[in-house]
């Protein structure tokens, strides 16, 4: 069974900081999503990751993974208070062996602070 | 380029009752899967319908049902309500099965009471 595992779970910083989360998964894969989900809406797709070392940026975000390690990581840089949000990370089991569906975290909630 | 659809965005039940959610895919997407969202359990994965036939299913009880009609627009049913069903409800569609790159509705928010 597919576990992730993301850390932290709860983060609280200031606004021009750097910070990372932590995406870790149990078994093979070979794509992995972070979604973003702000109060009450839905999940907005922010970066996919398809092989290892791939690494995506986008503004402040910058995503990267590593399938040998099985982790990802989000690393936020000089954060504004915009991205306060919920990050998922979802890892899609291995393409050659089923699907099951996205096997999501728990999410890190993020309030960056002025 | 429209997003995915979800309709009804709340909707009250009590216990008991039996619950049906609509999802209209991205065009073009023929691939429609939902989850399930609560505090304590996350996100989880229920079922994805290609092509009118559902191709995996989560781990839920047989009261949660789906099917998914030739213009690829998707129900999700619940039979029985319980309380723990609470939760929102999430649908996603791809162009073509998991795991291709998924993207989500707005969710339908389900309360029983």
């Known amino acids: 069974e597919l576990k992730v595992e993301q850390n932290p779970l709860f983060l609280s910083m200031q606004e021009g900081k750097n910070y990372t989360i932590y995406c870790n998964y149990s078994?093979?894969?070979?794509?992995l999503y972070w979604y973003r989900q702000d109060p009450g809406k839905s999940l907005e797709s922010l970066f996919v990751l398809l092989s290892n070392g791939a690494v995506k940026q986008e503004g402040r975000l910058m995503a990267s993974l590593d399938t040998k390690a099985r982790l990802s990581t989000l690393h936020i840089t000089a954060a504004v208070h915009d991205l306060s949000a919920t990050y998922f990370c979802a890892v899609a089991p291995y393409s050659g062996g089923g699907a099951d569906g996205l096997t999501f975290g728990k999410g890190t909630h993020l309030i960056i602070q002025p | 380029k429209a997003g995915v659809t979800q309709t009804p965005r709340y909707l009250i039940k009590t216990r008991g009752q039996q619950v049906t959610l609509s999802c209209s895919p991205i065009?073009?997407?023929?691939?429609v899967s939902w989850y399930q969202q609560t505090p304590g359990q996350g996100l989880q994965f229920l079922f994805e319908y290609f092509s009118e036939t559902q191709r995996n299913k989560g781990n839920f009880p047989g009261r949660f049902s789906g099917r998914q009609f030739s213009n690829s627009r998707s129900e999700m049913n619940v039979s029985t309500l319980e309380l723990g069903d609470s939760a929102l409800y999430l649908c996603?569609?791809?162009?073509?099965?998991?795991?291709?790159?998924?993207?989500f509705g707005p969710g339908t928010r389900l309360t029983v009471l």
């Open positions: 996603a569609s791809s162009r073509t099965p998991q795991p291709d790159e998924q993207f």
């Open positions: 078994t093979t894969s070979d794509r």
């Open positions: 065009s073009g997407h023929r691939s």
